[in-house]
């Protein structure tokens, strides 16, 4: 059924022309030069698995004998068969560099109709990457601006690419690469662990002063990173150190602001940052580190103040700063219209309960303060000044009993200043503090 | 006269080996699975050990060995060396080494009061002892000569997945209970995964690779992949000049083919697998690359695979056809954009892409038989096994659902006997017209056909052939970049395209060649002589000069025998030979007498005389020089020796 091997003196033999500097891809050519070649094979001696090496002026030519069947010395009876030839590939693509087959295409070329081909050898490759470039267009390293090396890895956290002398590896992960910053940032340890093997300093100290060139930075793990919640008691607040959270305490307004403007900003999820504080949460935050409390008049001056450094602060800070500044002009609006408002209606409410007379005594409102909850008119903290001979005693009663009604009646919290400018129960005019929050507790 | 160029292959076989899987189990009315019973470890190290003595033993056998699994005792593995399979003789040698070294395997079993099995899994094991069943497979590896091939061979046998999966499935029973699975091995196996496409292979940037796959598809293991590109000494693909024929050497594996015990089947896969690595071989050497099939597609194409065998349905890759628009095989299903069912894809991919390596690889009908008849038949819509997985389930079905022992009595006669295919001769006698009119059909598909060039411009041309049939050829289809004129004798490989025949693969026919010198020729007369060595003269035409000078009496000149009539022999395609040139290095030269040697860097030495030598100059010992060599006399010499500046500074 099978075929049965042949008798004949035969050699099986496989030419090998990848050294022999000979293009031949048809079997006319290769005819056309086996009649010299073949000559040169009579008296050799055929042993399966050698050779015939026929060392020519631009290579050498091989013939691996695979099989003989009756033949040892080769002679004009043998017959020869050529059961495969082992050649180059063709050459669709040359390499610009060596010659040699260029399947790949430089990055950097700008020609695109007849692009660069380059060889796996000439091909300069970010690791990982397919992206090929030539030697005219090798990356630069991204570590710093004036950095000649070559990149050869992109950086798995900030996506830049490096050189080789930033590569740092991931702990435990051979397949991402860091560069020197992002390693850093990731794995270096906190500063304030004094004790046993320090934590991964994962959050950073942004506490910075306005003549300082760069933050504190300060790596700092879990338990050493100190949160200032600028953003209300339920949500991250920025870091700082030990240290520089006691120096909020020194710090002037103009510092504090400096920092929250130009604090990194906080993700808060597909693409969202966290914005600047409302008004009155920025102005309680602002004071509640100060001796010296400021009104909402006297921070919008000094907001307004900051405008000349704004500029060097950088664009997210700058844009931070209008739209602080846009938010307090629209709260000094809403302010007056909420005064014009409440003025009548808290007139009305004393006269209701104490008579004209007395309700006559209130001639001006102002607001001091106001909270702002979910799905709830936002409650205003305002401020009544009476005559110094008017007793305020008859508007507020014993524990408060009619202030209080007239909070509850028209959601405000309402302050009678006396003449003499003692406030309230007879406690001297302070900032706003938490213990002394309003019941609807807004998260400002 | 010179050896006789008798066949001429541009892209050919290289070598394959097998390991081949088996299953022993102890001969019991109602066998266990003996993997985890303690005594087979020891049987079956002792049957290794006997076996592998008998193999160093035979002549022909040098090479085998059997490796008990260090895992299961009971998994064993025949590895064949790597043998070369570029023809029919060569493979019959491999088949009848295989059925005689499996024959020795199945007496020592016997003897040891074990039988051995060759299927995916044990069909007979117990079910109830809860755990896994032993996966047996029959690994294929091919041998690849360079990093280039063996990307393209690699992204080949990943194309072809499904197919060569469905067509090799023999795992449908286990626990003498039929499985929903055609291929149960290739379900549970945990060390199976689908290959990835490979655009550019380099020994030299493995790691890249390697750190690119892990990262894109989380594989930790390319040699896991089914087809293992890294198989045999894969570092050998970075050695420059590294020898051929090594014993081990870089091969491709494929990992995915269940166990078989029918040799003829195990041939036909062979044949196949290395038409598949002809064919990528030479679009390698083209510089041709391989479109890839999206990893989603061909993984469904796998499932569909295991589960339903050559019965499966496969789903087509839609960027297939819109962006391979140069592929030449437009009538796969994938170019097509049509569901297929595996057993028709085969016979596309059979007689399509692999058509011309199959001839190339001498393949008669009756090695590609076991493949074909089956799926041509299911074509033709016959109820006829396409593989063994089917032939399994019709024992099963016919012996009263207890496939052990006449399931078992087939398996051993199938793996002693290289001649008996039950399931094609249930397919031949059951349909016995249909089967020969499909082995006519293939007989004239394998056959080259001859003819000559008719026409030939812009790209496009015709083959006449000897019955006036004219078939049309596209540039790209004629081998190499060589330039055919019209009347040129070609071969050519005839495959039906949309209903019409094409010329493909067409390459000059292969002539006899012959050398001699121009004994008698004058410019003005229409023929001359030629004289070759052995005293033989020919005449020649002028119109069959090819030359672009005319030659001169003496010269030497190479032709083909046209004709001979009776006392009188004609020459054709005359013309003038030209000599290699050959380097070498002087070794010893006497200057008195004018005389030395010459020795090539492989130590043939050629002697040289002062006459001969082109400059005029004496030789030096150890001077590099470049030569012609002289036939004519009877002591070959070296002539026109020129001294060779450049090279004599690497002495």
Redesign the interface.
């Known amino acids: 059924?099978?075929?049965?091997?042949?008798a004949a003196p035969?050699i099986?033999v496989?030419c090998?022309l990848r050294?022999a500097g000979r293009d031949v891809?048809?079997?006319?050519?290769?005819?056309?030069?086996?009649?010299?070649?073949?000559?040169?094979?009579?008296g050799?001696t055929a042993i399966a698995?050698q050779?015939?090496?026929?060392?020519?002026?631009r290579g050498?030519l091989?013939l691996?004998v695979?099989?003989v069947v009756n033949a040892v010395t080769?002679?004009?009876?043998?017959?020869?068969?050529?059961?495969?030839?082992?050649?180059?590939?063709?050459?669709?693509y040359t390499c610009i560099h060596c010659g040699l087959?260029g399947?790949f295409r430089c990055e950097q070329s700008t020609d695109r109709e007849t692009p660069e081909r380059l060889c796996?050898r000439c091909t300069h490759?970010i690791?990982?990457e397919l992206k090929a470039y030539c030697r005219n267009h090798l990356p630069r390293c991204r570590c710093q601006p004036g950095c000649r090396e070559t990149a050869s890895f992109r950086c798995t956290r900030c996506r830049r690419i490096y050189g080789t002398h930033a590569h740092r590896a991931y702990p435990h992960e051979a397949?991402a690469d860091l560069c020197q910053s992002c390693h850093l940032y990731l794995f270096e340890p906190c500063a304030d662990c004094l004790f046993g093997t320090p934590k991964t300093g994962k959050s950073r100290c942004i506490f910075k002063l306005r003549t300082d060139a760069r933050a504190c930075d300060r790596p700092l793990c879990i338990a050493h990173s100190l949160q200032w919640r600028v953003w209300g008691p339920h949500y991250r607040g920025l870091t700082l150190c030990q240290a520089h959270h006691r120096a909020l305490m020194q710090t002037g307004a103009l510092d504090l602001l400096h920092m929250i403007l130009t604090a990194p900003a906080l993700e808060l999820g597909r693409g969202r940052v966290r914005r600047v504080p409302r008004p009155f949460s920025l102005r309680r935050v602002v004071n509640r580190h100060l001796q010296k409390p400021y009104s909402f008049e006297e921070l919008h001056r000094i907001i307004v103040s900051l405008k000349p450094e704004v500029a060097q602060w950088g664009r997210r800070a700058g844009d931070n700063y209008q739209e602080l500044i846009n938010r307090f002009n629209q709260a000094l609006t809403e302010n007056g219209q909420a005064e014009a408002r409440l003025l009548p209606q808290i007139k009305a409410w004393y006269e209701r309960r104490l008579g004209r007379r007395a309700a006559e005594q209130i001639q001006t409102v102002k607001v001091i303060d106001c909270f702002f909850r979910p799905d709830s008119p936002p409650h205003y903290k305002l401020r009544a000044e009476l005559p110094a001979q008017v007793n305020r005693w008859q508007f507020i009663q014993t524990g408060g009993r009619i202030i209080e009604q007239l909070g509850r009646d028209l959601n405000i919290t309402l302050e009678i200043v006396a003449g003499g400018g003692q406030v309230g129960r007879g406690e001297p005019l302070a900032g706003w503090s938490p213990s002394r929050r309003p019941p609807n507790n807004g998260t400002g | 006269?010179?050896?006789?160029?008798?066949?001429?292959?541009?892209?050919?076989?290289?070598r394959h080996r097998l390991r081949k899987g088996f299953i022993l189990f102890k001969d019991q009315p109602e066998p266990l699975n003996p993997a985890f019973q303690p005594e087979v470890a020891g049987s079956s190290e002792a049957m290794a050990a006997n076996c592998n003595r008998f193999f160093a033993d035979q002549a022909d056998l040098r090479g085998f060995r059997l490796e008990v699994n260090s895992r299961y005792p009971a998994l064993l593995e025949l590895i064949t060396p790597l043998l070369?399979v570029?023809?029919?003789?060569?493979?019959?040698?491999f088949m009848q080494q295989l059925a005689k070294a499996t024959g020795h395997l199945l007496r020592q079993a016997y003897l040891s009061g074990y039988r051995v099995v060759a299927a995916g899994v044990n069909p007979y094991a117990s079910e109830s002892t809860g755990r896994s069943p032993i996966l047996c497979a029959d690994i294929h590896e091919v041998e690849v000569?360079d990093s280039?091939e063996l990307e393209r061979i690699y992204n080949l046998y990943r194309q072809f997945l499904p197919e060569l999966l469905a067509v090799s499935a023999n795992a449908a029973i286990y626990g003498d209970k039929l499985q929903p699975d055609r291929s149960l091995r290739m379900k549970l196996n945990p060390a199976s995964f689908l290959p990835r496409y490979i655009d550019?292979f380099?020994i030299?940037?493995l790691d890249?690779l390697e750190?690119?796959l892990?990262?894109a598809h989380g594989l930790a293991d390319l040699k896991k992949m089914d087809v293992n590109p890294l198989g045999g000494e894969s570092l050998a693909l970075g050695q420059r000049?590294r020898?051929?024929?090594e014993a081990d050497t870089a091969t491709i594996e494929l990992r995915f083919l269940d166990a078989q015990s029918c040799l003829p089947f195990i041939r036909a896969q062979i044949v196949l697998l290395q038409a598949i690595a002809v064919y990528g071989r030479t679009l390698?050497?083209?510089?041709n690359r391989i479109f890839p099939i999206d990893d989603s597609i061909l993984d469904e194409n796998k499932a569909a695979a295991i589960r339903s065998g050559t019965a499966a349905l496969l789903k087509p890759d839609p960027k297939f056809n819109r962006a391979d628009t140069r592929q030449r095989h437009g009538s796969w299903f994938h170019h097509q954009g049509v569901w297929e069912t595996a057993s028709n894809s085969l016979l596309e991919i059979i007689g399509g892409p692999c058509l011309t390596a199959l001839q190339d690889l001498?393949c008669?009908v009756?090695?590609i038989w076991p493949l074909v008849l089956g799926a041509e038949l299911r074509r033709r819509g016959h109820r006829a096994f396409t593989n063994y997985a089917e032939y399994q389930v019709y024992v099963y079905y016919t012996s009263g659902r207890h496939t052990y022992p006449r399931l078992q009595e087939q398996i051993e006669r199938m793996l002693a006997d290289p001649?008996l295919d039950p399931a094609t001769a249930y397919n031949q006698q059951t349909f016995p017209a249909p089967a020969r009119e499909i082995e006519r059909a293939w007989q004239n598909k394998l056959s080259r056909q001859r003819g000559w060039i008719q026409a030939w411009e812009k790209g496009h041309g015709m083959v006449c052939t000897a019955d006036q049939n004219v078939y049309p050829f596209s540039r790209h289809h004629v081998?190499?970049?060589?330039s055919?004129p019209a009347e040129t004798a070609v071969t050519f490989a005839l495959v039906e395209h949309d209903g019409q025949c094409q010329a493909q693969a067409i390459?000059?026919d292969?002539?006899v060649?012959?050398?001699g010198w121009i004994t008698h020729y004058e410019p003005g007369c229409l023929y001359g002589l030629i004289l070759t060595i052995?005293n033989e003269t020919f005449n020649f035409l002028r119109a069959d000069l090819v030359a672009d000078r005319l030659p001169s009496i003496g010269e030497e000149v190479?032709f083909e025998i046209y004709e001979v009539d009776g006392p009188r022999s004609w020459a054709k395609q005359v013309?003038r030979?030209?000599?290699?040139?050959?380097?070498?290095r002087v070794r010893q030269y006497d200057q008195d007498t004018g005389q030395g040697y010459i020795v090539?860097?492989?130590g043939?030495q050629i002697p040289v005389q002062q006459a001969d030598l082109a400059d005029g100059d004496c030789l030096v010992e150890g001077q590099w020089v470049?030569f012609e060599?002289n036939?004519r006399e009877f002591e070959r010499r070296a002539v026109r020796v020129r001294a060779?500046q450049e090279k004599q500074d690497h002495v």
């Open positions: 059924m099978f075929d049965q091997a042949v035969t099986d496989i090998d050294q891809d048809n079997l006319a050519e290769l005819q056309r030069i086996w009649p010299d070649l073949a000559r040169l094979l009579v050799r698995g050779s015939f090496s026929i060392t020519l002026t050498v091989l691996w695979v099989r080769i002679d004009r009876t043998t017959t020869v068969n050529i059961i495969d030839v082992i050649r180059n590939p063709a050459m669709l087959y399947p796996g490759f690791k990982d397949l | 006269m010179q050896p006789k160029l008798n066949q001429l292959v541009l892209n050919g076989a290289s070369p570029y023809d029919g003789a060569t493979r019959s040698a000569y280039d550019q380099s030299e940037h890249r750190r690119m892990r990262k000049e020898p051929l024929l390698a050497r083209r510089g001498d008669s009756a090695e001649m081998e190499g970049r060589a055919l390459r000059a292969i002539r060649q012959r050398s052995d190479a013309r030979l030209l000599p290699i040139r050959l380097l070498g090539q860097p492989d043939w470049t060599m036939h060779r």
